[in-house]
């Protein structure tokens, strides 16, 4: 439980220092969402520069916390962008401040779909469409995902930088197979860019 919850407060404050909002926790899951309650047009790109950064606020975890023996954390990361409904909404007993809707759905999806193709960081075509050259992609090709009748076209965030593989990758190196594999046993973190406005505590 202890090691549970400072995962949660780290990775959390990661989430406060790009301006999102913590939806919830869901398990060893968190829900989070930009753009609401105040507007942000640069939301996408603040969610993918959250993302990296959770990536790199992981592998520092996970060395305070593990070693080349023990058992070791993953994070998966899924990011969509579209309309959702968000308010406080629950029971008159119990209420939360919350989003729901397709785009909350795909999300949920994209980030399931992290462990089948190997990638820590997946996002849509309509994120994928905002970023830049700030933050390169690799077209992963359309996938089909439970709930929606279309196939959705999926990008893998590169990842690069300074950052050596994650435990499971020292310990196996040849758990990756597919054409992403050499990829992923590559250094792992490279700084992303915080966006101008963000208060940067």
């Known amino acids: ?3 549970l919850n400072e995962y949660m407060e780290e990775m959390t404050e990661v989430i406060f220092k ?14 989070a969402f930009w753009n609401a309650p105040q507007s942000q047009p ?5 969610a993918v520069a959250c993302a990296l950064e959770m990536q790199e606020a992981l592998f520092h975890f996970e060395t ?3 070693g080349p023996d023990s058992e070791f ?3 998966g990361i899924g990011i969509h962008t579209g309309e959702a409904l968000v308010g406080n909404m629950g029971s008159s007993h119990k209420r939360t401040y919350t989003a ?10 994209l980030e399931a779909l992290t462990k089948e193709l190997k990638a820590r960081i997946l996002v849509s075509g309509e994120v994928a469409g905002q970023l830049g050259k700030d933050f390169p992609v690799r ?7 439970a709930g929606f009748a279309r196939p959705i076209h999926v990008y893998a965030v590169v990842i690069g930088g300074d950052v050596p593989p994650t435990w499971k990758e020292r310990r196996d190196p040849d758990s990756t197979q597919d ?3 050499t990829e992923m046993r590559q250094p792992l973190w490279r700084l992303a860019p915080v966006p101008e406005d963000a208060d940067g505590n």
């Not at 790009?18 to 829900?31: F, N, P, S």
């Not at 077209?139 to 995902?145: A, K, L, N, T």
Request: with cysteine; glycine share 8%; charged share 25%.
């Open 64 to 66: 305070r916390w593990n």
């Open 179 to 181: 054409s992403h594999a």
């Open 139 to 145: 077209d992963r090709g359309e996938m089909m995902v």
């Open 1 to 3: 439980m202890d090691t």
């Open 42 to 46: 640069n939301h996408a790109r603040r």
């Open 100 to 109: 729901v809707g397709s785009t909350v759905n795909m999300a949920s999806r």
């Open 73 to 75: 954390f993953e994070c």
């Open 18 to 31: 790009h301006d999102g909002t913590v939806d919830k926790y869901i398990g060893d899951c968190i829900m």
